[in-house]
Each structure stands twice: as structure tokens, then as C-alpha cells.
T-cell receptor
């Protein structure tokens, strides 16, 4: 069974631009969660989607948004990029919602904002 | 919200040595997972272990839910074990998200 895939793996953007990251979960999994990892704040939860609905959202500004498609693939969008958005963005796939079941992570997208 | 503390923050070993990593958490949990983050950033799932003991090769883990801690044991360490080990929990009746500790950075020297 293929694992979680994320594209692109690396991105370089400038302040003020917007970016879209993609995550394809393990086949059959309907929950996709997104996390941001920075050296200062560690791993922080962004949001979770299950069956195309956002179930939960972390403490991030409205510039961070996401969606999930009928095939469970998910995208997250960051608008008006700031230097502090430079981070590793990880998505996790699970068969059940709400982080109660095993979470499987993708390889991440490393975003650099100049 | 739930607090997750990992110790030690850094650990340096010689190849072949054994080690124990600890994760303390402040409230009851539905989910506890151990991850290994490789040098390229990917989080590899090691164990899903909200309670009890599991073993997988040279790695084993024990969670004592009533005392709110979990231990990850690495035996006969290899250089490929190097990386950061994270403990993450989902608080029972809580926010339905994984809360991560700050990690233990393990360096295994040849």
C-alpha cells in the first residue's frame, strides 16, 4: 500500500505571495491532518479534514486554509506569506477522525519564504 | 491543554549501546505515538501505544497510562537510529489533535 505523499517537496517563495501544498493520504484513509514544524515552536497542529469537512483547527491566522476533495486528497493554502511561515509542513493520514487512531505522516513540504 | 515532556533532550551513544527515552504527559490520553524523524524530515511511526507494551525488533515501548508516562527502549543502537524521537499524544476528551513533545535528539556514533 502506498504511503502518504506530499507535493511539492521544496518551495521557495517571497513575502506577500501565496502557496498551495498538496497531500494524498493512504488509500482508504479519510482523515488528513496538517502540522507545521519550526525550530522555535516545534510541531503544531494546523487543521484536520475528514470526509471533506474541516473538523478541527489549530491556533493559526486565517491566512492558513485548507480543503479536502472527494478522493480524500487535501490541499492547504497560505496567503500573504510572511517570513515566519518558513517551515516544514507535514500532513498525516488516518482511517479515523480526531487523532484517536494511528497517524501516518508524509515526507513533508519544506517552505522557505524570502 | 495537555503537556508533553520528553527527556533527555539530547543523547549521544556509541554504536551497540542501549538507551531509554522517556515521555511524561499531564492528562489521560486516547492516543500515544512514538515517531522517529529522519534527517530528511519525515516522521516515521514507531509505535501506537496508549497503554501496555509493544516490541518491534530492537525497539520496544511501554506506556503506563495510570502514571502518565511512556518509555521507548532502543537496544544495540546503530548509526541509522540517529535522529529525533518524538512522543505525541491525543488528550482524552480533549482537542482531538496530536500534541507533540519537543523531542529527544539521538546521535549514535560508529
Amino acid at each position: 500500500k502506498a504511503g502518504v505523499t506530499q507535493t511539492p517537496r521544496y518551495l521557495i517563495k517571497t513575502r506577500g505571495q501565496q502557496v498551495t501544498l498538496s497531500c494524498s493520504p493512504i488509500s482508504g484513509h479519510r482523515s488528513v491532518s496538517w502540522y507545521q514544524q519550526t525550530p522555535g515552536q516545534g510541531l503544531q497542529f494546523l487543521f484536520e479534514y475528514f470526509s471533506e469537512t474541516q473538523r478541527n483547527k489549530g491556533n493559526f491566522p486565517g491566512r492558513f486554509s485548507g480543503r479536502q476533495f472527494s478522493n480524500s486528497r487535501s490541499e492547504m493554502n497560505v496567503s500573504t506569506l510572511e517570513l515566519g511561515d518558513s517551515a516544514l509542513y507535514l500532513c498525516a493520514s488516518s482511517s479515523s477522525p480526531g487523532a484517536t487512531d494511528t497517524q501516518y505522516f508524509g515526507p513533508g513540504t519544506r517552505l522557505t519564504v524570502l | 491543554g495537555i503537556q508533553v515532556e520528553q527527556s533527555p533532550p539530547d543523547l549521544i551513544l556509541q554504536e551497540g549501546a542501549n538507551s531509554t527515552l522517556r515521555c511524561n504527559f499531564s492528562d489521560s490520553v486516547n492516543n500515544l505515538q512514538w515517531f522517529h524523524q529522519n534527517p530528511w524530515g519525515q516522521l516515521i511511526n514507531l509505535f501506537y501505544i496508549p497503554s501496555g507494551t509493544k516490541q518491534n525488533g530492537r525497539l520496544s515501548a511501554t506506556t503506563v497510562a495510570t502514571e502518565r508516562y511512556s518509555l521507548l527502549y532502543i537496544s544495540s543502537s546503530q548509526t541509522t537510529d540517529s535522529g529525533v524521537y518524538f512522543c505525541a499524544v491525543d488528550e482524552r476528551g480533549g482537542s482531538e489533535k496530536l500534541v507533540f513533545g519537543k523531542g529527544t535528539k539521538l546521535t549514535v556514533n560508529p
